[in-house]
C-alpha cells in the first residue's frame, strides 16, 4: 500500500501453472510432497522462478543426482559448506532452460536420494524514493552540547530528540521530546570499535563515500592481491568490500537505499561531513566496519540462490550482525510452519549465519535483524516475523507508529522511522550516494531496522571494551528489554496524506497498541543493562524522590544509608546544586540540566552501624546507579 522506502521481495507474483509436459521424462506419479517454493499455489509455478535452474537438498552429501533423458549440471548451492550438514546437501541444479521448469521439478523428486526440491524464486524489489530536501533549513536550537562536529548531527533527531525541532513541524505535538534512541548518552560510554563487522543486505553501499569508506570492511588480501583473482580463496573473486551478487562480481554498486541504511549503522562521526553514524565511532578509525551484501543492483535483482549465499558469505567472512531491510509480501507467509515448509533454503541460511556468525572473545554466533514491512498491515514480512529474528517497526518522532509499518504477532521492537507528513526533517537522515549534499531524507521500516542493528554493534563494541561475553540469545534478549514503553501513546487518530490516491486519511492509533513489539529501543539503556547497572529517570529541573525498594527490598526505609557518592564532575555536568539526599528509603535528586553519571548508595543491612572488631553490626551493602537526565520522562520512567 505504501510507496516509500521498502525493498520488497515479491514473492507471490502472478502464477502460471504448466500444463504442458515432458512424457518421457516425469513419472507416472510425482511425488509433489517433495517440491516446495513455488511461489504461488502448490502446482503452479511462479513467473518469478528461474527457467533453467533448481535448489535441490540431498539426504547425503555424497549422493549423486541424475535423470535419464536429462542432462543436468550439479553444483554446490552452498561453496565451501562441509562445516554445516544441512548446507552441504544443497545443490543448485541446471539444465536446458526451453525444458518443462515444473516436469523437471517431479522428476529430480522422485529420485530416492533427493529430500526436497525449491524453485528459485527472483526477488523484485519496490523502487523506493527519497524525500526532496528542503529548499532552507533553520538553524536548531539544541538544549545539550553535541559530540561531534558532523553538521547534519543536530537534525537527527532520532538520535537525541530534545523537542527543538518542533518549532518546524506542522504541530508542535509532532516533534516530542524523548522520541529517540537516547544516543548521546550512549556514545558517552562507546561509539563503535573497528572488530565488529556489519554486513548490510541491500542494495549496494556507495563504498567510497566520503562518511563511509573509513568504515568499509576491507578484505585486504583481495586488496592487494591481482585482480580477476580469488586471492584469499574464499570462492569469490574482487571482493573487497563485500559482493554483488545480483552480477556475481566483486563491484559492488553504488545504491542509494543501501547506502542510506549503511550511514545510520556507521557513517564515520566527527569528520565534520555529512552525517553521524550510530555505531561510526569517534573520528579515530574505530567505527564498526560496514560489509556490503548487495542483493539489488539498479533494477535487477536477485534470485533466491544468490542470497542465501551472501548469507553463508557474510558469516564466513567475519560479520556477526547482518541488517535485512527487505521480506516478503506479509501476506506470503501466516505462520512460522509455512515459512519453514516453503523456504527451507532461505531458513537453512540465515540459520547458518546466526550459527557460525562470530566475534573472537565476545559473541560465538550472529544475529539477523529484519524490517517489518510498509504495507500497513496487521502483520509483519517473513523472514522477519519468524520467531527467532529480530522484527523491527518504525515510530514517527511522536512516539505514534509510522503511518506505513506493518505491526502485529512477531514484531519485536519499535525505532524512528520517519514520518513524510510531518515534513522532510521529521524523517531519517543519513548518507546519499548524492555527495552534493552527502545525505539525504527517506522513511520506512528499512529506516528503523539500522537503527537497531546500530544499537547492537554499540553493544558488542561495549562488551569488547568490558571483556565482556555474550551469547546471541543474551543479545536479543537485551534489545528486546532496552526499550520504553510505546502502547501508551497509541490512542486517538493521526492524519496522513496518501501520495498515491492524492487524498488525506485519519489513521486509528488503537490497533497499533501492544502489537509493534515490546517497546522503543534506548541506546543508553542497553549499554547499561550489560554493565547490570539500573537507570534511574529524572526530569530536568524538578526535584524528585525515588523510593529504593527495588533495588534495596521492601524494607529499604527502615535502613540506615551511609550517604551517596557522587563526583563533582557528574554534579556540574547535571547542573546540581545540592547533593543528593536520602530520607526514608527515598532518593531525593534535582538536575538542572540533562544528561548522565553514576551515583553509590551505600545502605547499612543488619543494624544501625557497620559491624566488625568490637562491634556488633550489619554489612554494608553499596549499589551503583545511571541517573539519566531528560527534558521529559514518563510516569513509568521511560521517556514521554
Known sequence: MNRFFFIALLALLSTA?????????????????????????????????????????????????????????????????????????????????????KSV???????????????????KRIVSESLPMPSSRPEPTRSVELPFDDPELPYQWHYYNDGSLADYADKAEQCLAGADINLLNAWKYTAGDSRVIVAVMDGGIMCDHPDLKDNMWVNEAEQNGQKGVDDDGNGYVDDIHGYNFVADSGNVTADD???????????????????????????????????????????????????????????????VLINNSWGYDPESYISDNEFEKW????????????????????????????AAGNETYHQPCYPGAYHKYVCVTAMSSDYTAAYYTNYGPGCNVVAPGGDANYGTLFCISSTSIDTTYGYEYMQGTSMATPHVTGC????????????????????????????????????????????????????????????????????????????????????????????????FGGGSEDLTYQGCEISDEVRDALGMQNKPRIENGLLSIKCNKPGVGRIKVNAIIGGQTVGGGDVMGGMVVEREFELVVRGSVADNGGWL
Request: glycine content about 10%; aromatic content about 10%.
Open 17 to 101: 501453472c504448466v500444463k504442458d509436459s515432458i512424457g518421457d521424462i516425469a513419472p507416472e506419479q510425482a511425488p509433489s510432497d517433495k517440491i516446495h517454493n513455488w511461489g504461488g499455489e502448490p502446482g503452479c509455478v511462479s513467473e518469478a522462478a528461474a527457467k533453467g535452474r533448481l535448489m535441490v537438498r540431498l539426504n547425503d552429501k555424497q549422493a549423486t543426482i541424475a535423470v535419464e533423458g536429462i542432462e543436468l549440471e550439479v553444483e554446490p548451492l552452498f561453496p565451501k559448506a562441509a562445516s554445516d550438514t544441512k548446507l552441504e546437501r544443497w545443490q543448485l541444479v541446471h539444465f536446458d532452460k526451453e525444458l518443462d521448469l
Open 456 to 551: 547492537a554493534a554499540l553493544a558488542l563494541s561495549y562488551a569488547l571494551k568490558q571483556g565482556y561475553t555474550l551469547t546471541p540469545d543474551y543479545l536479543r534478549a537485551l534489545i528486546q528489554t532496552s526499550v520504553h514503553d510505546i502502547n501508551q501513546y497509541q490512542t486517538g487518530t493521526k492524519r496522513y496524506f496518501d501520495y498515491v490516491q492524492g487524498s488525506y486519511y485519519n489513521i486509528d492509533l488503537a490497533p497499533y497498541a501492544k502489537k509493534l513489539g515490546s517497546g522503543y529501543i534506548d541506546a543508553h539503556l542497553l549499554l547499561m543493562q550489560l554493565d547490570s547497572t539500573p537507570c534511574l529517570y529524572f526530569k530536568t529541573g524538578v526535584a524528585t524522590s525515588l523510593s529504593l525498594d527495588e533495588y
Open 105 to 123: 521439478a517431479e522428476s529430480i523428486a522422485a529420485l530416492e536420494d533427493v529430500e526436497r526440491v525449491e524453485f528459485d524464486l527472483k526477488m
Open 257 to 319: 537505499h543501501g547506502t542510506h541504511v549503511a550511514g545510520t549503522i556507521g557513517a564515520v562521526n566527527n569528520n565534520g561531513y555529512a552525517v553521524c553514524g550510530i555505531a561510526g565511532g569517534t573520528g579515530n578509525n574505530d567505527g564498526v566496519r560496514l560489509m556490503s551484501i548487495q542483493i539489488f543492483d539498479g533494477e535487477e535483482s536477485c534470485y533466491q540462490h544468490q542470497i542465501v549465499r551472501g548469507y553463508q558469505y557474510a558469516a564466513d567472512n567475519g560479520a
Open 343 to 370: 523456504d527451507s533454503a532461505l531458513k537453512n541460511a540465515i540459520d547458518y549465519f546466526e550459527a557460525n556468525a562470530r566475534l573472537e572473545g565476545v559473541m560465538e554466533g550472529g544475529m539477523a535483524i529484519f
